[in-house]
């Protein structure tokens, strides 16, 4: 397997919504990233809407819980996940 010891970059942003996660799992939550500021979205139509709108993950570590508006969390952007050599 190849880059076995790569490690995500994570970046700090302030949420500007509340976004809902479980305190007893690890959460990986589709968002949107811009300039600092990061979003959860909310889609009715399936999971297909969100994956096209959201350009990160927010990342609530285990023991966290809900993630309120004004909180700092952390993002990995899609664009940082793409491994070069």
Do not use: H
Not at 21 to 30: A, G, L
Not at 53 to 72: A, F, L, M, P, R
């Amino acid at each position: 397997m190849q880059n076995i010891y790569w490690k995500m970059k994570a970046r700090d942003a302030v949420a500007l919504s509340d976004m809902k996660s479980s305190p007893d799992k690890y959460n990986v939550i589709r968002a949107f990233y811009k300039n600092g500021e990061v979003k959860g979205l909310r889609t009715r139509a399936g999971i297909n809407k969100s994956i096209l709108e959201s350009n990160c993950y927010v990342i609530s570590k285990e023991g966290k819980g809900q993630i309120k508006k004004g909180d700092t969390c952390q993002v990995v952007t899609y664009k940082s996940l793409q491994l070069r050599e």
